[in-house]
């Protein structure tokens, strides 16, 4: 169980896209159809905004999107808000109801 | 409203043992699979183990750094998980999180307690 890779930090302006990948392995990421992602605010406790790789929770914005391709999965941020200031978690199920974790990626809005 | 409120963490000296709880109140907990993540200060988050609903077997599984020193079990009669973890070392320092296994497949992990806080020093 290696951890995926993430970019340790992403930054746009207000009202721009950002993208943060996440690179695992066929035994992780590529191997199934369940990343997820975790928004985490400073101090905060991380809350789900993207399951099984695009489909996003009860309540969060469409400006949060997910992808997947190959062994990478992608998140993306449309239309950048100052509220989207957060460390961002990509998680991915690597078989028998166990998961990995990336190293998590801070986005700062400038 | 689904709540999650994880309690026992404090300073223990390396080798040492420590019990962490759970309590979960606003969904049919019988039914629910359950995870503990950690947080060591100023990283990510690591995913410390699962436990399966009893119905499921209460099976429990557990990534590599903790896997046979620590226990992940459940007390259905009190809405309860537990994460039992032995032989503490410093890298165990983390706030320990508790959160409720969501998805038709059981993929994600869709409620999380507010977290509870380990320090492993002598």
């Known amino acids: 169980q290696s951890a995926l890779t993430q970019p340790r930090s992403v930054s746009g302006s207000p009202g721009q896209s950002v993208t943060i990948s996440c690179t695992g392995s066929?035994?992780?990421?590529?191997?199934?159809?369940?990343v997820s992602w975790y928004q985490q605010h400073p101090g905060k406790v991380p809350t789900v905004i993207i399951y099984?790789?695009?489909e996003r929770p009860w309540g969060v914005p469409d400006r949060f999107s997910g992808s997947k391709s190959g062994n990478t999965a992608s998140l993306t941020i449309s239309g950048l808000q100052a509220d989207d200031e957060a460390d961002y978690h990509c998680?991915?199920?690597?078989?028998?109801?166990?998961?990995?974790f990336g190293g998590g990626t801070k986005v700062t809005v400038l | 409203e689904v709540q999650l409120v994880a309690s026992g963490g404090k300073l223990v000296k390396p080798g040492g043992s420590l019990r962490l709880s759970c309590v979960v109140s606003?969904?049919?907990?019988?039914?629910?699979?359950m995870t503990w993540v950690r947080q060591a200060p100023g990283k990510g988050l690591e995913w410390v183990g699962r436990?399966?609903?009893?119905?499921?077997?209460?099976?429990?599984d557990y990534g590599a750094p903790v896997k046979g020193r620590f226990f992940i079990s459940r007390d259905d009669s009190k809405n309860s998980t537990y994460l039992q973890m032995n032989t503490l070392t410093t890298e165990d320092t983390a706030v320990y999180y508790c959160?409720?296994?969501?998805?038709?497949?059981?993929?994600?992990?869709?409620?999380w307690g507010q977290g509870s806080l380990v320090t492993v020093s002598s």
């Open positions: 066929g035994s992780d990421v590529g191997g199934f159809n369940f």
């Open positions: 998680c991915a199920y690597a078989g028998r109801y166990t998961w990995v």
């Open positions: 606003g969904l049919s907990f019988s039914d629910a699979w």
């Open positions: 436990i399966s609903s009893e119905t499921d077997g209460a099976t429990t």
């Open positions: 099984d790789v695009d």
């Open positions: 959160a409720v296994i969501l998805g038709a497949r059981a993929t994600y992990f869709g409620y």
